[in-house]
């Protein structure tokens, strides 16, 4: 469950439908309704075609607007609902960042748990940190037409820190989804996409997350992995891509050895006769085959999900 502002989102697969509503998931964990200009419509406008329909998965709207007053209005009736706003840019050809970090001060100083859509390339990852820093809930990436190089952008934004990321567009299968969770997106946004599908993918992600247990698992860092990736990592003991991965997280070789030996303290990562380095928390992701580190855990009596998850509560405090 991915916390998002007061939000507590069930599954990490969104879908987008319009204000109507029709031929929406009933498995997905959040609905955004989009197509609402709030330059040509009034917040009760919005209002009513959220509450109107009764649509139980609605968790969000989508909505764009030049004028504050109805952008603010429409906060306070997120607020109110407990909605998430999103404001989507997708239609700027730049992003005026400076602007951008006061827009987003006035809304969450509405109480709004707030995203905001932009496309892929637009965004760079001072400007990312700029907007998380001013109280973005959730940066959400368009990469229409960017398919190729969408993994990229996302690992580059995720190791700069920003707000938790989603990915908008319109994925055919579950492959392409897990490929930008594994680089560090907590979201996966499909477009106005058929219901079957939606709710297809969101039952095959619940199990993926129940057989894996870190459902965003990042790649190994020799594998192209974002700094997450650094809790599969063996000590830097000789030339690899690890060392460039330190270098971007700001952590010698000597200060990630000890960070990671004090973060397993006291945890089962400790413990792991037998393995390459003798304990847990220099062992890799759990799909990669390793009948050594897999003894060991059977000897625990430790599942691959658990070990997984604290997998990523040490991610999460070797980057914090």
Not at 106 to 129: C, F, M, N, Q
Not at 254 to 275: I, S, Y
Request: aromatic share 6%.
């Amino acid at each position: 469950m991915l916390k998002v502002g007061y939000l507590s989102i069930a599954s990490p697969i969104t879908v987008t439908t319009s204000a109507s509503g029709e031929g929406m998931s009933t498995l997905a964990g959040q609905v955004l309704l989009e197509g609402f200009n709030l330059d040509e419509m009034s917040v009760s406008e919005l209002e009513g075609a959220c509450n109107g329909g009764g649509h139980p998965r609605v968790l969000g709207f989508s909505a764009r607007g030049r004028e504050m007053g109805p952008l603010l209005e429409a906060a306070s009736y997120a607020r109110e609902n407990r909605y998430l706003m999103e404001l989507d840019l997708t239609g700027r050809s730049d992003l005026n960042i400076s602007r951008l970090s006061l827009i987003v001060k006035a809304i969450k100083e509405k109480g709004a748990a707030l995203s905001l859509r932009v496309r892929a390339d637009l965004i760079d990852t001072p400007g990312a940190k700029a907007l998380q820093e001013a109280g973005l809930d959730l940066l959400n990436l368009d990469v229409e037409g960017l398919d190729g190089i969408s993994p990229r952008m996302v690992r580059k934004l995720s190791d700069g820190k920003s707000s938790p990321i989603m990915v908008t567009g319109r994925f055919g299968d579950f492959g392409a989804a897990k490929r930008l969770l594994s680089m560090g997106a907590s979201l996966v946004c499909l477009k106005n996409p058929d219901p079957e599908f939606a709710d297809w993918l969101t039952g095959a992600m619940s199990q993926y997350e129940r057989l894996i247990g870190w459902y965003n698992a990042p790649k190994h860092i020799c594998s192209g992995g974002d700094l997450r990736g650094l809790a599969f990592c063996c000590p830097p003991v000789k030339s690899c891509p690890v060392l460039g991965a330190l270098k971007k997280a700001g952590m010698t070789p000597e200060e990630f050895v000890h960070k990671k030996q004090d973060l397993a303290r006291g945890t089962p990562l400790q413990f792991g006769d037998g393995t390459c380095f003798g304990s847990l928390v220099w062992c890799c992701k759990i799909s990669k085959p390793c009948f050594m580190r897999d003894a060991v855990l059977q000897s625990m009596n430790l599942s691959e999900s658990d070990y997984m998850n604290l997998k990523r509560q040490l991610a999460d405090e070797l980057l914090k």
